[in-house]
């Protein structure tokens, strides 16, 4: 192949595949998930293009990520296993193949991609693009009532204070805000802060962490408990791992905040929602008939379509568990749920390892406001949330740890 034409595909097809991969991961939701032929040409592609072109990089990325990725192929081949032994024997519903498989199978190249400075700096400039859309669109919709995002859930009328509506139509907290842009904010903030990408802004640290609290502000509009009280403990966490000179006033003002916060929680949340009965009975009923020879062996396949059979005497109708650990040990039975909590056990290892111990702190502060909407609603199979993980994993894969964990002091 001619070194010109090497050159210009190294130049254009990374970026393109990129931008292609976050339309798919940001127009699509769980209620209109993007076709799997899409996704397959992608992984074609992209596997094409990081074999021909980036072999090497695919190497170190091997050599540095190798437990996280042998656990999300063992996650991606259980649920590829678990829906083809339903459809052999004839009880698995009718719908595609879910996505969460081919996003999974997307997650080397797009890691394999974001190695690249130019490449990360760009996906990192459209993260905050979204963020500062959606700081400004998400009280507008739960204020006023209109429409400013693109998602296909329409919004739900229901008065908290000031706020009219649930921004978005979160009836689902899981749904499109709470369960990808929350957590995208620190994909976000994270590398700026860090100063990984666009080193030359000059934004004071202070500034930075500001942000964090007044990510708060949209979190609020969506009128989700769970997505408020995330992202309040990643804020939290945010300026206590951050802060230089952990005094008595940083204490206090952490302190003080979560009280003030707690109230606007239990002023605007605490009425008008299902408690916690609900969701435990629902847990426990999803529990007991996933143990049911041989479901434990394979799951009762992808449900996302309400079913029947799985309502609990005396409570309201509910499409499914509200528990991730539950929905996945009856979707794709107990190879499924080994294979995703392997998963998440080595993406909390990358996370420490390579973030943490060096002082960073925003890929836990993604997984942090991410966790309570995982175990009170449905988590990993909704489409939203299984993208937030995709790109947490690809960053924290393609980023090295930095070599010292220095901190100048914040005010």
Not at 103 to 123: E, G, H, I, Q
Not at 141 to 147: D, F, H, L, R
Not at 332 to 341: C, D, S
Request: net charge positive; proline share 7%; aromatic share 12%.
């Amino acid at each position: 192949m001619p070194q010109n034409l090497v050159q210009l595909l190294r130049r254009a097809a990374p970026p393109l595949w990129l931008l292609s991969f976050l339309f798919l991961a940001f127009h699509g939701a769980t209620v209109a998930a993007p076709d799997n032929k899409v996704f397959l040409a992608l992984i074609i592609t992209g596997g094409l293009i990081v074999f021909g072109l980036e072999r090497e990089a695919l190497r170190g990325l091997w050599r540095d990520n190798r437990t996280i990725l042998v656990t999300s192929l063992l996650l991606a081949g259980a649920i590829a296993l678990s829906e083809s032994i339903g459809r052999y024997h004839g009880v698995a519903p009718a719908h595609p193949w879910p996505p969460q498989l081919a996003l999974f199978l997307c997650l080397p190249v797009l890691a394999v991609f974001l190695k690249d400075a130019r490449w990360l700096a760009l996906v990192v400039g459209i993260f905050c693009l979204l963020c500062a859309w959606h700081f400004i669109a998400m009280p507008v919709e739960a204020v006023t009532g209109s429409k400013l995002s693109w998602h296909p859930l329409m919004l739900l009328p229901r008065d908290a204070g000031p706020l009219h509506y649930q921004a978005s139509g979160l009836a689902w907290q899981a749904y499109y805000f709470a369960g990808l842009f929350l957590p995208l904010f620190y994909l976000a903030w994270g590398p700026v802060y860090e100063k990984r990408v666009f080193a030359d802004l000059h934004v004071s640290r202070r500034a930075m962490l500001a942000l964090a609290l007044l990510w708060l502000i949209p979190a609020a509009c969506v009128q989700s408990r769970s997505a408020f009280a995330g992202t309040l403990c990643a804020a939290l966490l945010a300026i206590v791992a951050t802060s230089g000179r952990r005094n008595v006033r940083v204490w206090f003002a952490v302190g003080l905040l979560a009280v003030f916060a707690a109230g606007i929680y239990w002023q605007m949340f605490a009425e008008n929602k299902s408690g916690a009965d609900l969701r435990v009975a629902y847990f426990k009923l999803y529990v007991r008939e996933s143990l049911h020879w041989p479901w434990i062996l394979t799951g009762r396949s992808y449900y996302l379509d309400p079913d029947i059979r799985m309502m609990v005497p005396g409570m309201i109708p509910l499409q499914h568990s509200h528990n991730d650990i539950s929905q996945i040990l009856y979707s794709w039975g107990l190879p499924g749920l080994l294979a995703y909590v392997a998963y998440l056990a080595a993406l909390v290892r990358l996370v420490w390892k390579r973030f943490v111990a060096h002082g960073e702190v925003w890929p836990a502060c993604a997984l942090v406001v991410l966790f309570p909407s995982m175990v009170t609603d449905l988590g990993f199979q909704h489409y939203e949330k299984a993208v937030a993980l995709v790109l947490v994993t690809a960053l924290c894969m393609a980023l090295a740890p930095k070599p010292a964990p220095g901190r100048p002091a914040t005010p």
